[in-house]
């Protein structure tokens, strides 16, 4: 069973910038599409952006531009590269791996995911 330990986070003031790695152990994740959600205070856990295993990627229209997802299939890690933050990124920031599905629009659904990690916090102040 794959296991996911993100890493990163903090404190950042707004425009600044932030690199999460999600670390893969016990597996791999090289053969799915893996991706980033986020849970705000008060809020549902919301998608961010996927990678397929193609190397397709998928963002949320709040972070496009933005935000870069990659992913290195050698070292079992998925990266988000988090530029000119704004406050309301301030979230816990989870990695999810092995979408159930092949489809990047499908796997924006946290319930198609079999593993998540832990999460890690990104502060953004004003």
């Known amino acids: 069973q794959v296991q996911l330990v993100e890493s990163g986070g903090g404190l950042v003031q707004a425009g600044g910038s932030l690199r999460l790695s999600c670390a893969a152990s016990g597996g791999t994740f090289s053969s799915y599409t893996i991706g980033w959600f986020r849970q705000g205070p008060g809020k549902e856990r919301e998608f961010v952006a996927n990678v397929a295993r193609s190397g397709a990627t998928l963002y949320a229209d709040s972070v496009k531009g933005r935000f870069t997802i990659s992913r290195d299939n050698a070292k079992n890690t998925l990266y988000l590269q988090m530029d000119s933050l704004k406050p309301e990124d301030t979230a816990v920031y989870y990695c999810?791996?092995?979408?159930?599905?092949?489809?990047?629009?499908?796997?924006?659904?946290?319930?198609?995911?079999?593993?998540w990690g832990q999460g890690t916090l990104v502060t953004v102040s004003s």
């Open positions: 999810a791996a092995n979408c159930r599905s092949s489809f990047s629009l499908i796997c924006r659904a946290t319930g198609n995911f079999e593993v």
